[in-house]
């Protein structure tokens, strides 16, 4: 796709991260800059020091999938969910694998989706697996990041899934190619903000257009962009504003198939069993005609219980056939950071971690982060301390997502770093 671009005159910039959105005297959106590269951990140059740039135009789009930062920042600025009275986006965390199985065990084109069990029936989630050419199957779960336990852990809960029935004799024999994570929004129509700003617009997963009962958001995604691009360029050659996308987007089948799929979400915030009968019956009886549309509960940061409330989950050990430990799956992401560079995982705070997370929530960062990346560990004094692993980082976004006090802030690594996925 990235060839396609460039030969009709489309310039990418891999290896560069936009770090910040600037901005005119009047608080309009002019472009972005990129981060500093070659910069150490003590905040000196190094030699091979190079300054940010600034890519200014007159119409920027912003899309960076789940969680964007920038995008987080555009709309937190311009108050953009309370412009259209939309809720919070609510998430939910998939990890995903990818093997190589025997040709005798190999169907492709089959579909497996499963809902409910390793999770407990107060945890929305589900996995999923697809054959896809030369013996690759890709399997994966995904939890939703408003569960309630602070014991529970998405990186072992996959684990256990492998070890299914319905799923252990597809893998056997077969070796894992490829191990990755990523969140995705869940908010579905309630959660949609208004997507245009002084400037520019949002799109894709930024804004987040995925339909969760298809676990699908690439073609809306892609729809979202095409959009936006018609809306930008009679913006340049018409005289018309950006908000014809917001216009055009609700008059767009993505509009009328998020309407349709709004209350399945929501419907799980009551548990697994009513859940899939509220949905079922608007899904198969009401065809998305709900008379109502359902809210979501808590966002997922508040959604997280006090350990005391409950009982620590003991998982089986990883039997290095079937379930692996995290330092062997981190192996598989082909994950890499400059090591010599500022921790892009910062802490507004930090005292949270020992005085809040970990004597009230049991240090839960250690748990729903799907690489490893936060510990707690003694310090020469004895004393347990918070170590961040920002080497490790997935670029998931969970821990932006989960912390219990929002206290970890996901910022942009030099740019180049992070998982390098071939086969995902």
């Known amino acids: 796709m990235g060839a396609k671009a460039e030969e009709l005159g489309v310039e990418i910039y891999p290896g560069f991260a936009a770090s910040e959105i600037l901005y005119d ?8 800059g990129t981060n500093d590269m070659g910069i150490a951990k003590d905040g000196s140059k190094k030699e091979n020091f190079q300054r940010g740039v600034e890519l200014k135009g007159r119409i920027t789009l912003l899309s960076e999938g789940c969680r ?12 953009l969910r309370e412009k259209e009275q939309s809720q919070h986006q609510t998430y939910a965390l998939g990890i995903k694998e990818v093997w190589e199985i025997d040709e005798g065990k190999h169907k492709p084109g089959f579909v497996l989706h499963t809902m409910g069990w390793p999770l407990d029936r107060k945890t929305y989630g589900g996995s999923f697996m697809y054959h896809m050419n030369d013996r690759q199957v890709s399997i994966g779960l995904v939890v939703a990041l408003n569960y309630h336990n602070p014991f529970l852990n998405p990186y072992e809960e996959f684990q256990k ?11 056997e024999g077969g070796t894992v190619l490829q191990y990755g994570a990523r969140t995705l929004n869940e908010g579905g129509f309630q959660s ?12 894709g997963c930024s804004a987040g257009f995925l339909n969760v009962p298809k676990i ?19 913006v340049l050659h018409e005289g018309l504003n950006m908000e014809t996308y917001w216009d055009n987007l609700k008059n767009s089948w993505i509009w009328k198939e998020l309407y349709e799929a709004r209350n399945y979400r929501p419907a799980f915030e009551y548990g697994l069993v009513p859940g899939l009968a509220i949905s079922a019956i608007e899904h198969y009886i009401l065809k998305g005609k709900f008379p109502f549309t359902l809210k979501h509960g808590k966002p997922d940061h508040e959604a997280t219980n006090v350990a005391e409330l409950h009982q620590q989950i003991h998982y089986p050990k990883p039997d290095g056939v079937l379930s692996f430990d995290v330092p062997t799956s ?18 507004r705070d930090p005292k949270i971690p020992e005085l809040v997370n ?20 003694p310090d020469e004094n004895g004393q347990v301390k918070l170590q961040i692993n920002a080497q490790n980082c997935l670029h998931c976004k969970a821990c932006d997502i989960k912390d219990p006090k929002q206290n970890i802030e996901w910022t942009v690594p030099e740019g ?7 086969v995902m």
Do not use: W
Not at 25 to 32: E, M, P, Q, R, S
Not at 161 to 169: C, G, Q, R, T, V
Not at 331 to 346: C, G, K, M, V, W
Not at 358 to 377: F, H, K, T, W
């Open 25 to 32: 005297a009047n608080d309009f959106v002019v472009g972005i």
């Open 68 to 79: 964007g930062s920038l995008s987080e920042k555009i709309i937190k600025k311009y108050k």
């Open 161 to 171: 899934l492998k070890h299914h029935p319905a799923i252990k004799p597809m893998l």
């Open 192 to 203: 949609i903000p208004y997507p245009v700003f002084p400037g520019g617009a949002i799109i």
């Open 216 to 234: 699908k958001g690439t073609h809306t995604a892609m729809k979202s962009g095409m959009l936006a691009a018609e809306a930008a360029f009679n």
């Open 330 to 347: 981190l192996h598989r992401s082909n994950t890499n950071h400059e090591h010599d560079q500022p921790a892009h995982l910062r802490l």
């Open 358 to 377: 970990l004597p009230e929530y049991a240090g839960p960062e250690s748990r729903y982060c799907p690489a490893r990346v936060y510990e707690y560990n």
């Open 416 to 422: 180049g770093g992070g998982p390098g996925y071939s």
